[in-house]
């Protein structure tokens, strides 16, 4: 009786191992199979029973911004900042008088902004971390997903400044220039800030760390620059004539010349840019590529009607022209299509791979 009872113990202990196993490999199985950032992320939030809404609604977001929330909302208005949960409820909100309004997010972290104002917003997906007044007009501000938040000010006695805080909304870092005007500034990981200025002689690019005054790079190149972003091989550079590669010590690598054409709008993400060019001044932009951060060509096309908005992820690409929304993979190619005729204006990737198209009142969700 004993030895029987025993088998039937090892045996159910052998089915139990082989049931997690059964399960581990199930959901290994759907992350894969979604082919998305978020995909095993998302496994795990459908299997609690937690679900994402289709749309978002608001009063007015005309001239306003919007940044993914982890499948959230941030719509920064000239009303204020508004802040919706994964399910479509208004999580919080801060009302404020903003003339030029501007959201950033990275994560579950967040940054809005009035360009020219005073007030800088820090959050997260469900409540207001800081509100940072400043004595000089806010130029840019970025966040990571680790939480770090760089403000760029511009300063009266000198060009501007950059100002680092941790995700407590603490100072912990500042750097002022005093022959470029800041435009932008960001933290790699925990430790390196990058900051970029522009000035008569084109612009400068310094990297340092977090817990040093000194410059551990300094680079400067005679193109107007737009902005700068990490990617995996170093740093991006979009410039009003072209893309610039740099290493990890801003040493140059490569290039890609648009010279001939006008940028209308880029999108960096993770290994690559994605850039629209118009042939015209003025007008729509009808060419996209996708470029890796090695220089090489991953993708071009000719878009159906003028690109209103772009957007890139580590593995896909989403393009708006006019009320029709396109995604594709990274060398843009498999499209899949879908109509956005409420206004759309904006288009956003998500931290789960599906996409979001946001207008003056409402946002859909795409690609589900």
């Known amino acids: 009786m004993e030895t029987r009872r025993q088998k039937k113990r090892g045996f159910i202990k052998v089915l139990c191992i082989l ?64 802040v919706y949960d994964r399910a479509g409820g208004e ?28 007030l800088v917003l820090f959050f997260d997906t469900g409540k207001m971390i800081s509100e940072l007044k400043f004595d000089s007009p806010v130029v840019s501000a970025r966040v990571n997903s680790l939480g770090y938040l760089t403000v760029c000010t511009q300063e009266s006695d000198y060009m501007g400044s950059a100002t680092v805080y941790n995700s407590l909304g603490t100072a912990i870092y500042r750097w002022s220039s005093g022959s470029g005007r800041v435009l932008s500034a960001a933290v790699r990981d925990r430790d390196e800030l990058m900051v970029l200025t522009v000035g008569a002689g084109g612009s400068r690019l310094v990297l340092m760390e977090l817990d040093d005054e000194a410059l551990l790079a300094d680079c400067t190149v005679p193109e107007l620059c737009v902005d700068a972003a ?4 170093g ?47 003025v007008g729509g932009a009808r060419t996209v590529l996708t470029v890796s951060d090695s220089g090489a060509v991953l993708g071009s096309l000719q878009a159906d009607g003028d690109v209103t908005d772009l957007s890139l992820s580590q593995s896909r690409a989403a393009i708006l022209a006019g009320d029709t ?36 009142f409402s946002a859909y969700v795409y690609g589900k």
Request: glycine share 12%.
């Open 19 to 82: 049931m997690l196993i059964a399960a581990a490999i199930l959901a290994v199985a759907m992350a894969v199979a979604s082919q998305r950032e978020g995909g095993l992320r998302q496994v795990w939030r459908d299997l609690r029973g937690e679900v994402d809404t289709d749309e978002f609604f608001f009063e007015n977001a005309s001239g306003g911004a919007f940044a993914d929330m982890d499948n959230g909302l941030a719509v920064a208005a000239t009303s204020g900042l508004y």
């Open 235 to 281: 740093v991006v550079l979009v410039t009003t004539t072209g893309l610039v590669g740099l290493g990890e010590r801003l040493e140059g690598t490569w290039s890609y010349d648009y010279s001939d054409r006008f940028l209308t709008g880029y999108d960096i993400s993770g290994n690559a840019v994605m850039i629209a060019l118009s042939d015209f001044q």
């Open 91 to 118: 999580a919080f909100t801060r009302l404020y008088a903003w003339s030029r309004p501007a959201v950033t997010s990275a994560g579950s972290y967040g940054a809005a902004w009035d360009v020219g104002g005073d």
């Open 230 to 233: 990490f990617v995996s091989s």
């Open 325 to 360: 929304l396109t995604v594709y993979d990274r060398a843009l190619t498999e499209p899949a299509q879908y109509q956005c005729d409420f206004g759309a204006e904006r288009a956003i990737i998500r931290q789960d791979g599906t996409v979001l198209c946001a207008g003056t």
